[in-house]
Nanobody, 126 residues
């Protein structure tokens, strides 16, 4: 059983920065890890993902140029550096992971992932 634990969410002013962390533990063949978010009354949307081997990264258009996903030196740990935060970035951010290869497509959809964390709340005030 893979467990994903997120941290780093908090209240921040518009224009500010935050760094989210996610650690995956348990027996796990890491193919890709990523972040989704869900605002009140909205569906869960893709934010960013990274393939563990090779380090290819993928971003939603809404965060490209402001957010950066990266791997930590620690095993199965990723970060999401969020800069120039906007009130519309307010959401619960969920870490996710996929253990098997995904062929001929980028890991951008909820159905592409096997495991999910409980989420961490990010609130951006205007």
């Amino acid at each position: 059983q893979v467990q994903l634990v997120e941290s780093g969410g908090q209240l921040v002013q518009a224009g500010g920065s935050l760094r989210l962390s996610c650690v995956a533990s348990g027996p796990f063949n890491n193919y890709a890890m990523g972040w989704f978010r869900q605002a009140p009354g909205k569906g869960r949307e893709f934010v960013a993902a990274i393939k563990w081997s090779g380090g290819d990264t993928y971003y939603a258009d809404s965060v490209k140029g402001r957010f950066t996903i990266s791997r930590a030196n620690a095993p199965n740990t990723i970060y999401l550096q969020m800069n120039s935060l906007k009130p519309e970035d307010t959401a619960r951010y969920y870490c996710t992971a996929r253990s098997s290869p995904l062929y001929y497509k980028q890991p951008r959809e909820r159905a592409d992932y096997d495991n999910w964390g409980q989420g961490t709340q990010v609130t951006v005030s205007s």
